[in-house]
Nanobody, 117 residues
Framework: QVQLVESGGGLVQPGGSLRLSCAGS????????MSWYRQAPGKERELVAH????????NYADSVKGRFTISRDNAKKMLYLQMNSLKPEDTAVYYC??????????WGQGTQVTVSS
């Protein structure tokens, strides 16, 4: 089966850091654009970052630019999101996604990130 399994979420204080991981299986990981999305309580799911196949090109939402870093290890079929200088407004369920062209291949199950003092 095609799967994306996330880990690394948790509770962190404002200004802290977390590193999210997403492990892919059942598909050619290196052929897909990988993304992180998040959904805060009462809000729609929104894009956090994209990283294109090969890892050479990235895009970030303005709200996280300069604080978050998306990366991938195609050999290990892993996607990462390093989150620094976390703010309460970063609190959300974070999802990884694999897509090729305009077709979504898979979503992860989501991992909760809570930023609170």
């Amino acid at each position: 089966q095609v799967q994306l399994v996330e880990s690394g979420g948790g509770l962190v204080q404002p200004g802290g850091s977390l590193r999210l991981s997403c492990a892919g299986s059942g598909f050619i990981f290196s052929s897909y654009t990988m993304s992180w999305y998040r959904q805060a309580p009462g809000k729609e799911r929104e894009l956090v970052a994209h990283i294109f196949s090969g890892g050479g090109t990235t895009n970030y939402a303005d709200s996280v630019k300069g604080r978050f870093t998306i990366s991938r290890d195609n050999a290990k079929k892993m996607l990462y999101l390093q989150m620094n200088s976390l703010k309460p407004e970063d609190t959300a369920v974070y999802y990884c996604r694999a897509a090729q062209r305009n077709i979504v291949r898979a979503w992860g199950q989501g991992t909760q990130v809570t930023v609170s003092s």
